[in-house]
Nanobody, 124 residues
Framework: QVQLIESGGGAVQAGGSLRLSCAAS????????MGWFRQAPGKEREFVAR????????TYADSVKGRFTISRDNAKNTVFLQMNSLKPEDTAVYYC?????????????????WGQGTQVTVSS
């Protein structure tokens, strides 16, 4: 069973940056397309970004397009989320997730692997 472990969350002021990492416990990482999701208090989990197995194909939610960048390093079994120009509305618990497909998905129900989540708090 592959485990996903997120790191890099924290508290920043609006306009700041954070880089989230998600490390997989096994070398089978490259058979998974990966995604990042987030969940704010009282809200449903929402799609943020996804990257295909090769790392060349990406999709972003409109709310983060141009500010966030998803990438992966298959040699290190790790996926990243670089978050720039952070806004208070980006405050949430961020989760990485994996699905055994080439492209991945924007729907959380399609993903079978989930990390434990990391808190991101952006103050105004």
């Amino acid at each position: 069973q592959v485990q996903l472990i997120e790191s890099g969350g924290g508290a920043v002021q609006a306009g700041g940056s954070l880089r989230l990492s998600c490390a997989a416990s096994r070398n089978t990482f490259n058979i998974y397309a990966m995604g990042w999701f987030r969940q704010a208090p009282g809200k449903e989990r929402e799609f943020v970004a996804r990257v295909d197995r090769s790392g060349t194909g990406t999709t972003y939610a409109d709310s983060v397009k141009g500010r966030f960048t998803i990438s992966r390093d298959n040699a290190k079994n790790t996926v990243f989320l670089q978050m720039n120009s952070l806004k208070p509305e980006d405050t949430a618990v961020y989760y990485c997730a994996g699905v055994r497909s080439w492209l991945g998905s924007t729907r959380p129900d399609d993903y079978t692997l989930w990390g434990q989540g990391t808190q991101v708090t952006v103050s105004s």
